[in-house]
């Protein structure tokens, strides 16, 4: 990136805003000057200036909360930049997975998400809200839930035999999606350590298509 292109304010700094590179989620607005977007370019971490305390703040530097940079992109205008990272832990100082937490408006109907169903599921397991379905799992434990993955499993792969078309399939996946989450609720397991673990995956598969072809080339 060119940074003689970017045009910094009269204090010498450019609103950053973060995102989750995977969940596309908005992490926060800082700002960062000339020095702390260099450091964050050399050292792929996130690096901000505090206008509080008047000084370079190193993401993660106290808490561990590293944000770990994939992309940096200026806007139109060069006057702001988009950081997509992959976050250690969460991002916002008050101890929230964003700094946007505090909804002034939103649809009743709002898109579906697998981290806002997370969150739901959660919710149901630390309050055990009676009449839920949810609840119930929660309260029978591991073997109960463990059971109805594999019943979903099963009646996904009934599905996928079927040759009246996919939407039993769809229907089946959406209840092994579900049962999953719960699971991994039940386990503690977090979709970020899901989603890491895919990418590491694609790093191996794209280092071993690379040594192939080094091999072939060899040949």
């Not at 806002?116 to 949810?134: F, H, I, N």
């Amino acid at each position: 990136m060119d940074l003689s292109t970017l045009k910094f304010d009269d204090k010498g700094l450019i609103p950053a805003i973060v995102q989750d590179f995977y969940t596309n989620e908005v992490l926060t607005l800082a700002y960062m000057n000339r020095e702390s977007l260099e450091i964050t370019l050399k050292e792929g971490r996130t690096c901000f200036w505090s206008r509080s305390r008047q000084e370079l703040w190193r993401k993660g530097e106290t808490s561990g909360n590293v944000q770990h940079v994939v992309s940096v992109t200026a806007d139109c205008d060069q006057d702001a930049v988009l950081v997509k990272v992959i976050k250690e832990g969460l991002a916002c100082h008050l101890g929230t997975n964003s700094c946007f937490e505090n909804t002034i408006f939103a649809k009743e109907e709002a898109p579906f998400s697998a981290e806002a169903l997370m969150d739901l599921l959660k919710s149901r397991k630390e309050l055990l809200p009676e009449g839920s379905y949810t609840t119930y799992l929660f309260q029978k434990g591991l073997d109960k839930i463990l059971k109805k993955v594999g019943e979903e499993s099963t009646e996904v792969i009934i599905a996928a035999k079927s040759q009246e078309g996919n939407g039993e399939l769809v229907y089946e996946l959406a209840d092994l999606f579900y049962h999953a989450l719960v699971l991994m609720v039940e386990k503690g397991v977090s979709l970020d350590q899901v989603k890491n673990e895919l990418a590491s995956r694609h790093v191996i598969d794209h280092k071993v298509k690379q040594e192939k072809q080094v091999a072939d080339g060899i040949q």
